[in-house]
């Protein structure tokens, strides 16, 4: 049975449209009527996840549950949600029963397991996103060794990430962030989880030379499943 799917986006409008291009690339379909329905929701006036985790910011559930309801009224089956640090509230989220939401988090630590078994993984995320633990919680109940980036370098990492929502210069960008992921590596990173959705945009606009688990590609493989497709 195929499922509609809903995105609950705009947190970043880019990372919106990679998962709706990652999605539409990895569906088989010979023409249009064999891809996915989907509904969009691109909100982004979603108050900023990392300030709310650290306390600097409103909360943005009422704004979160807001688009979950807008996509329930769409007969959505499935919700997808490009944005990894704001899945440190979906335990204050009332997804509908009857609407399967597709926990990024858990996608990405299992590619982990499946690709890069007893490798050590540099964590690339969001300040919020790394000082909440949410993934590297979700890495050691799997057992995967993992490193984080310096504290200096997590606070470049963030400020990269606002450059990305703020269509900064790519070449500046990418130039600080071959650095961080370099130090990474000489401390033990055999590869990289994309844990930010803006970050494979940084990643997609250069020849990285490091194998990397990308959490928009896991979330939009899962989906392609889960809404009853067949994947490339």
Sequence with gaps: MKKILGILGGMGPQATIDLQQKILNLTVADKDQENIRIFVDSHPQI???????????????????ESVRKLESCGVGCIAMP??????????????PHIEFLNM??????????????QTVGV??????????IIT??????????IKPLDEDLIT????????KAKADMNEIVRKFNV???????????????????IPIIVQAYDFPYNFVDATTELAKAAVKACGYQLQ
């Design 47 to 65: 108050p900023d996840r990392t300030s709310a985790i650290l306390g600097e910011g409103a909360s943005p559930v009422p704004a979160l549950m």
């Design 83 to 96: 944005c990894v640090t704001a899945h440190y509230f979906l335990h204050q989220l009332d997804i509908p």
């Design 105 to 118: 988090l858990e996608l990405t630590a299992k590619a982990c397991l499946d690709r890069h078994f007893g």
């Design 124 to 133: 690339l995320s969001t300040v919020g996103t790394a000082k909440s633990g």
């Design 137 to 146: 919680g979700v890495l050691e109940k799997m057992g995967i060794p993992y």
């Design 157 to 164: 990492l963030g400020q990269l990430i606002f450059s990305v």
């Design 180 to 198: 961080i992921t370099d130090e990474m590596t000489k401390r033990g990173a055999k590869y990289f989880i994309l844990g930010c959705t803006e």
